[in-house]
T-cell receptor
């Protein structure tokens, strides 16, 4: 049973460029959440996708956008990259079952984005 | 507004000792409290989790103690080993919302 996978592992971009990160959830999971983790800090929530729609969003500008596909995989897009976007981008998957019940979120290895 | 406060920021423990990390939360809607372990360059790995209707949960050398009235919970690592050296994050979540993480504790277990 494959866990959460992310690609690419590392990425180097320059300011102003655009980037797309990809995530495949754990088998049986239907919900994908994206987090940004700056060096030495805890992960910060970007947004969550369920049933191919953005279900909730954290305090991130609309330069950050995403998509979920019918097979539950997801993409994170960041436009007009800034130096401050350099971070580890984490994807977490979970299964949305009973309403109001929190479920375990499993994280992928992350994509290390460096903006020069 | 930081909704989950974690302490200490760093911790040094001798091999075989007990590591204790504390967290406090503000949002009474939180209903699930996981702990994650993260090694450098890796994603966080779910270690153990608890729901507020339980005061303690133990899995191997790892125990969560939960105090609902004080809005506090802690992770105890018994018989700490050098392989436990990592950064530990407490987190909390309400319903189907996003995880809110603490600031992390860097644990170093000395041989």
């Amino acid at each position: 049973d494959a866990g959460v996978t992310q690609s690419p592992t590392h990425l180097i971009k320059t300011r102003g460029q655009q980037v797309t990160l990809r995530c495949s959830p754990k088998s049986g999971h239907d919900t994908v959440s994206w987090y940004q983790q700056a060096l030495g800090q805890g992960p910060q929530f970007i947004f969550q996708y369920y049933e191919e729609e953005e279900r909730q969003r954290g305090n991130f500008p609309d330069r950050f956008s995403g998509h979920q596909f019918p097979n539950y995989s997801s993409e994170l897009n960041v436009n007009a990259l800034l130096l401050g976007d350099s971070a580890l981008y984490l994807c977490a998957s979970s299964f949305t079952q009973n309403l109001g019940v929190s479920n375990e979120q499993f994280f992928g290895p992350g994509t290390r984005l460096t903006v020069l | 507004q930081q909704q989950v406060k974690q302490s200490p920021q760093s911790l040094i423990v001798q091999k075989g000792g007990i590591s204790i990390i504390n967290c406090a939360y503000e949002n009474t809607a939180f209903d699930y409290f996981p702990w994650y372990q993260q090694f450098p360059g890796k994603g966080p790995a779910l270690l153990i989790a608890i729901r507020p209707d339980v005061s303690e949960k133990k899995e191997g050398r790892f125990t969560i103690s939960f105090n609902k009235s004080a809005k506090q919970f802690s992770l105890h690592i018994m018989d700490s080993q050098p392989g436990d050296s990592a950064t530990y994050f407490c987190a909390a979540i309400a319903g189907r919302r996003a995880l809110t993480f603490g600031s992390g504790t860097r644990l170093q277990v000395q041989p």
